[in-house]
T-cell receptor, first 116, second 114 residues
């Protein structure tokens, strides 16, 4: 089973709202990722967790707050977002926590976020 | 520094004809190359990867890719295109310096006409 699930599928929020995106995998992977993807553009890496510890933060604004409560779950907490943050947010996981270059990332279907 | 280029924004092919989606790369160490496909409003699906060994890599859904070190290319191919292959294709690269970062190309949109 190479499935990564994400909820919700769609989210509309105002600039003053607080919401969370959720990601789950049961493949025993120990690295999990958040990407942001604008229409017709490649995914942009936001955060990487390895063994539930934040490994990479690609200078993402603090209005995005990641959390990895256990090895299967990854959350992205959203607060005071801007309309330009509207995008598809993708979660991914990979098996090798060392970030081995040969490792394959498996992606979830994404959450389509619209900020009004 | 790592980089990957997909020189074509769009590729058009008739159903039943062979298709090629081009990718070139630049890395400082040994290259590890990936192809992903994305259907509308969906996540990326892994197609295949090159790590080492045979330069012709076979992947999912009848796709294959040819690694050419001298030309620093990793073109995606399929002998007979299907309408259902129409999607956005991303080439991606890592090198052997380690780390979690994958560099994605800009993407190529493939249209297969019936």
């Amino acid at each position: 089973d190479t499935e990564v699930t994400q909820t919700p599928k769609h989210l509309v929020m105002g600039m003053t709202n607080k919401k969370s995106l959720k990601c789950e995998q049961h493949m025993g992977h120990r690295a999990m990722y958040w990407y942001k993807q604008k229409a017709k553009k490649p995914p942009e890496l936001m955060f990487v967790y390895s063994y539930e510890k934040l490994s990479i933060n690609e200078s993402v604004p603090s209005r995005f707050s990641p959390e990895c409560p256990n090895s299967s779950l990854l959350n992205l907490h959203l607060h005071a977002l801007q309309p330009e943050d509207s995008a598809l947010y993708l979660c991914a996981s990979s098996q090798v926590p060392s970030g081995a270059s040969t490792d394959t990332q498996y992606f979830g279907p994404g959450t389509r976020l619209t900020v009004l | 520094a790592q980089s990957v280029a997909q020189p074509e924004d769009q590729v058009n092919v008739a159903e039943g004809n062979p298709l090629t989606v081009k990718c070139t790369y630049s890395v400082s160490g040994n290259p590890y190359l990936f192809w992903y496909v994305q259907y509308p409003n969906r996540g990326l699906q892994f197609l295949l990867k090159y790590i080492t060994g045979d330069n012709l890599v076979k992947g999912s859904y009848g796709f294959e890719a040819e690694f050419n070190k001298s030309q620093t290319s990793f073109h995606l191919k399929k002998p007979s295109a299907l309408v259902s292959d129409s999607a956005l294709y991303f080439c991606a690269v890592r090198d052997d310096t380690g780390g979690f970062k994958t560099i994605f190309g800009a993407g190529t949109r493939l249209f297969v006409k019936a």
